[in-house]
């Protein structure tokens, strides 16, 4: 229930038409004290239209205003203060959650429209990098949200599995590779090849040629370096297959940038026709400077393809095959510019669904304020700082709980949680300190934090001897913060979704679990008195809120920690 619209509903009643109910909505205030109200309606606005003092308009409107779902009306100075009456609308609030459980927040903002998000994208043959993390778990939350706005959604991989590096590792793997060591550790030695490559090629440059003429020999087709190529992919493939695995996300394709080399010809053709094309330093590129946008690069001099002309491809491909009305692409903003040039080229040629596409960018990670960096040769596995963050977690489960009966499933779900959490309560802009010890801490704005709290209520609820429950009101003002909070749920979810914000969701689990803390460290939940399932419902309609909250942002809830 929208209390906002209830108290616009309400005051446009008695304003009979001097603002639309929508203007009050949008000038409706949160007091920052609880104290002064649920709500605010400021009447300046009105004072200039009806040309009285606003302290006077507020005076006759609380007077004017009379129902019961007010509990109080106050005049402040400029400002009408309401109060809502706690147990009327507690049961309005309470009841649908208990009644809806995980689909509580559900909504049909996106009912028969598709997303399209191209996320994750790691490329082979290299480590999976903290970026690609950052991609993987934003995108992913994304996902989890427009699913629950009722959108279609489609979860790309767009593997880099092409381009002139693959040349430049079959050389590599020629010269002082064999099958068994790369099957032993894909992608270690793979990457260990491609450092070598440019090691060795700083003393011996005629190699870059020896790479790049590798690379235009697979992409012609070559039949002993295509199967070179594609034992790379699957190896690389297998290895993030048990990252995605840790993480519990699935795609619905891993079509990469491999994929487009047969669709490529279509737009090169189209760009040739609307004479789009034009010759630079021997290279094809489109001109954007009406954009105020870099050249995009479609061709270089010796013929090979790009990166855009890929996604041009995929794009193209992706609106045919998905029809869909938007496409993210969740990519570090170190992209931006090329995304800007993929669209930019679409515009050109006409498309005007290139609109729908959308580039949501990211900041980095950093270790020490540093970029982390994957340091010649070094390679930080991705698993292992994911293996870390479990064997943390155990830990400090164990210590809580020595009696857990599932440690390890409980570990899992902390540790990746953690990490994931972390990252997400960020605005998706910012950089991020990547720091094991302070994510996987039980106190303060973390995972492990939401996650306790979810627990110790369901652990109420196994204390519990009743029953069923049923809410019948209460009207402390500490259940309240609770109920007003878990009520705000379907419009968090809204709002993340529609600025592709899963921080939104991830700041206000914090705040719900914050208070609920407190109410319990308050309210004797259990006492038996005559409001002992009302308080029951309280705690069960936080684990329904906080579990299915969690999960949309990609991480699992456990029912004991
Ligand atoms: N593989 C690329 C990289 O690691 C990211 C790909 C993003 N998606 C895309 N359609 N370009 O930088």
């Not at 270089?300 to 193209?316: E, I, N, P, Q, V």
């Not at 009520?487 to 969701?505: C, D, G, M, T, V």
Request: glycine share 6%; aromatic share 10%; net charge neutral.
């Amino acid at each position: 229930m929208d209390l906002k619209a209830l108290f616009s509903t309400k005051l446009s009643e008695v304003l009979k038409g001097s603002l639309t109910t929508k203007e009050i909505y949008s000038l409706i205030e949160t007091p920052k004290n609880d104290e002064h109200g649920d709500l605010a309606f400021p009447c300046f606005q009105l004072a200039k239209i009806q040309k009285i003092s606003p302290i006077e308009i507020a005076k006759q409107l609380a007077s004017q205003i009379n129902d019961t779902v007010f509990s109080k009306i106050d005049a402040v100075g400029p400002y009408v203060n309401i109060f809502f009456s706690k147990k009327e609308l507690g049961k309005a609030i309470i009841n649908p959650i208990l009644h809806q459980e995980q689909n509580y927040g559900s909504s049909e903002i996106g009912k028969e429209k598709t997303v399209v998000l191209d996320l994750s994208s790691p490329n082979i043959a290299k480590p999976f990098s903290m970026g690609h993390l950052r991609s993987t778990v934003i995108g992913n939350a994304i996902a989890n949200l427009a699913k629950k706005c009722g959108y279609r959604t489609v979860k790309i991989n767009h593997i880099g599995d092409w381009g002139t590096q693959f040349g430049k590792l079959i050389v590599a793997y020629h010269r002082w590779g064999n099958e068994e060591a790369v099957a032993a550790n894909p992608i270690g030695e793979l990457f260990h090849l491609y450092v070598r490559f440019h090691q060795e090629a700083e003393k011996n440059p005629y190699l870059e040629d020896e790479g790049r003429a590798a690379f235009k020999k697979l992409e012609n087709g070559d039949s002993e370096y295509l199967k070179l190529w594609e034992s790379f992919r699957n190896e690389s493939l297998r290895a993030f297959k048990s990252i995605y695995d840790l993480l519990s996300i699935e795609f619905d394709s891993f079509q990469g940038e491999a994929f487009y080399n047969d669709k490529m010809d279509e737009i090169v053709q189209m760009l040739k026709e609307q004479s789009l094309l034009e010759l630079s330093d021997g290279a094809e590129v489109v001109r954007l400077d009406e954009q105020q946008i870099p050249p995009c690069l479609i061709k270089k001099s010796d013929g090979a393809t790009l990166y855009a002309t890929r996604d041009l491809a995929a794009a193209l491909f992706r609106q045919r095959e998905y029809k869909f009305d938007e496409a993210l692409y969740i990519v570090g903003q170190e992209q931006t510019i090329h995304f800007q040039q993929v669209k930019g080229v679409l515009k050109k040629l006409g498309y005007v669904w290139a609109e729908q596409m959308e580039h949501i960018p990211f900041g980095l990670i950093l270790q020490h304020g540093k970029k982390m960096s994957t340091r010649k040769g070094r390679v930080i596995l991705l698993e292992d700082v994911l293996n870390e963050a479990i064997k943390l977690a155990k830990k400090n489960i164990v210590e809580k709980n020595p009696g857990i009966h599932n440690p390890d499933e409980v570990a899992n779900a902390v540790g990746v949680g953690a990490v994931i959490f972390h990252d997400l309560k960020n605005d998706r802009m910012n950089n991020i300190e990547f720091s094991l010890r302070d994510m996987l801490t039980f106190e303060g704005e973390t995972g492990p934090y939401v996650q306790y709290t979810n627990a110790r209520a369901h652990s109420i609820l196994r204390k519990y001897k009743g029953t069923d429950v049923c809410f019948e009101g209460l009207d402390d003002d500490e259940s309240w913060d609770v109920l007003k909070l878990l009520n705000e749920f379907p419009r968090i979810i809204e709002r993340s979704y529609k600025q592709y914000a899963p921080s939104i969701l991830a700041k206000y689990l914090i705040h719900v679990s914050q208070a609920f803390n407190k109410y319990y460290g308050k309210i004797r939940i259990l006492a038996e008195d005559e409001h002992l399932q009302s308080r029951v419902s309280i705690v069960k309609a936080v684990t329904i809120v906080l579990t299915e909250g969690l999960q949309l942002l990609g991480m699992k809830a456990p029912k004991e920690m």
